[in-house]
């Protein structure tokens, strides 16, 4: 229970940076409740408003960022006709697929 905490405090931690550089200005709704995302009760409603803030603001956890480029990736790839092009692609897929793992790991062994 203590890692959770840890993480919570991590997060509000981050939301306090990105209030003080000013990332959280001016945002979009702001000043309005939140949408009601009870759909997303898979998980603890306090860290899906905290993730969902954060990246709002720009500020993403690194597992976040690898799965954009990931999936980008993912999508490209298809496109891709010369064969150099492809193999390197292919590198590419691998490499981000096993930092996705390794990111996933890390936030599991934190909240553990």
């Avoid at 997303?40 to 960022?65: C, S, W, Y």
């Amino acid at each position: 229970m203590n890692r959770m905490k840890s993480f919570r405090n991590l997060i509000e931690r981050q939301i306090q940076k990105a209030q003080a550089e000013g990332q959280l200005d001016n945002l979009p709704g702001a000043g309005k409740p939140l949408p009601d995302r009870s759909s997303e009760a898979g998980g603890d409603a306090a860290m899906n408003t905290a993730h969902r803030i954060m990246a709002q603001a720009g500020v993403l956890p690194e597992e976040f960022k690898i799965k954009k480029e990931l999936d980008a990736a993912r999508a490209e790839y298809p496109t891709l006709t010369d064969p150099e092009k492809r193999k390197a692609a292919m590198a590419r897929l691998a490499d981000l697929e096993m930092r996705y793992h390794m990111a996933q790991d890390a936030r599991r062994s934190f909240m553990r």
